[in-house]
């Protein structure tokens, strides 16, 4: 069965850090692009980062410098690595493989003092 699942999610004061983690099951990890996305309230869903098998790693303009996406292939395990957080980052974030067309449940990011 083929399964993404988003943990680390939770509420952190602006200038604070989080890392995601997403656990991939049922699908050769080590060959697929992941990425994460994340959408907030009223907002369109958007694209956060993605990493390759290779390790090449893309990031949204906006978040390069405070975001990092990276993977363990020997976990089936991707994270995002989030720093200098802001209450602009509050959001519903979610795991992919956008070319299959496979989310996770998504985790809730609260940004707020």
């Known amino acids: 069965q083929v399964q993404l699942v988003e943990s680390g999610g939770g509420l952190v004061q602006p200038g604070g850090a989080l890392r995601l983690s997403c656990a991939a099951s049922g699908f050769s990890f080590a060959l697929a692009v992941m990425s994460w996305y994340r959408q907030a309230p009223g907002k369109q869903r958007e694209l956060v980062a993605s990493v390759a098998p290779s390790d090449v790693r893309n990031y949204a303009d906006s978040l390069k410098g405070r975001f990092t996406i990276s993977r363990d292939n020997a976990k089936n395990t991707v994270f995002l690595q989030m720093n200098s957080l802001k209450p602009e980052d509050t959001a519903v974030y979610y795991c992919?493989?956008?070319?299959?067309?496979?989310w996770g449940q998504g985790t809730q990011v609260t940004v707020s003092s």
């Open positions: 992919a493989r956008p070319s299959r067309n496979v």
